[in-house]
């Protein structure tokens, strides 16, 4: 009798367990690869705090807008630029937008620069190994052509690309590049030549800002979110003197 009630309330137990693990709320945060340390961490705080998991999924912008568009799946979307938002508003699956932050777009070098490279000329010089983000993957690749073209003009834009050794899809492809020595120049954000795997080996050169602005970083709700509060309380987080300390720990300003 007594082996009975213990087995019966081990089950019960079990069933409850297993019931509430069930229920557990699961967001899907959809975020551009150059944002994911510091969502990494804040997505944490959540999660401890809400008693939710949250599942990122990271690359390029404009794939992970289409992802979402096809799915209609998801919580929270944070591309590279607020052009993505102002874009595709139209298609009303973007809600409430908070804006957390911004990036910037730098010329990147080997440490140390070798190649003694100056500026945004230096991407026609043939001696010189590029490697550009395709402008129709990640929001760098959508950046560094209005950057050639604000600098100079279409023929500039096409010089440069048709000079490259390689076309990345996102900040991460465009960095390994420079890492692993295949590459002396590219454009990228300038917040991932601070992070711990990549500073060692790579310097910037800033870009005058009228040809590269400042680019809003904007967290946008989704609209078919099954978790609305609880992706609220992230951008709440988020836009809060501690979230803004959490992106500038990894370089966003």
């Known amino acids: 009798m007594i082996k009975k009630l213990a087995l019966s309330l081990l089950m019960f137990f079990f069933l409850n367990q297993t019931l509430f693990a ?3 709320p699961t967001l899907i945060f959809y975020c551009g690869i150059t944002m994911v ?3 990494k961490e804040m997505a944490k705080i959540i999660e401890e705090k809400y ?3 949250i599942k990122i999924s990271q690359g390029g912008s404009k794939d992970l807008y289409d992802s979402l568009k096809f799915s209609k799946k998801g919580d ?3 591309p590279g630029s607020d052009s993505y938002r102002l874009n595709n508003l139209k298609d009303g699956y973007l809600l409430d937008g908070v ?3 911004y990036n910037q777009a730098a010329i990147f070098v080997q440490k140390n620069n070798p190649k003694n490279i100056k500026n945004l000329d230096d991407f026609l010089n043939t001696q010189n190994s590029s490697v550009l983000c395709d402008p129709n993957s990640g929001s760098i690749g959508r950046m560094t052509k209005k950057i050639f073209l604000k600098y100079k003009d279409e023929e500039f834009l096409n010089k440069a690309y ?3 050794v390689e076309i990345g899809t996102d900040s991460r492809n465009l960095n390994k ?4 020595k295949r590459a002396d120049i590219s454009i990228n954000w300038r917040a991932t030549a601070f992070w711990p795997e990549n500073y060692q080996s790579i310097d910037i050169i800033q870009i005058d800002e009228k040809y590269a602005p400042k680019k809003k970083l904007v967290l946008n709700l989704l609209s078919f979110s099954q978790n609305k509060q609880i992706a609220r309380a992230f951008m ?3 836009k809060s003197e501690e979230g803004r300390e959490i992106m500038k720990k990894y370089g966003f300003l």
């Open 236 to 238: 709440d987080f988020a």
């Open 162 to 164: 048709d000079n490259a």
């Open 99 to 101: 804006y957390i932050g």
């Open 51 to 53: 008693n939710c998991e």
């Open 76 to 78: 929270l979307y944070l």
């Open 177 to 180: 590049a420079l890492i692993d």
């Open 37 to 39: 340390k510091p969502i």
């Open 22 to 24: 069930k229920e557990k």
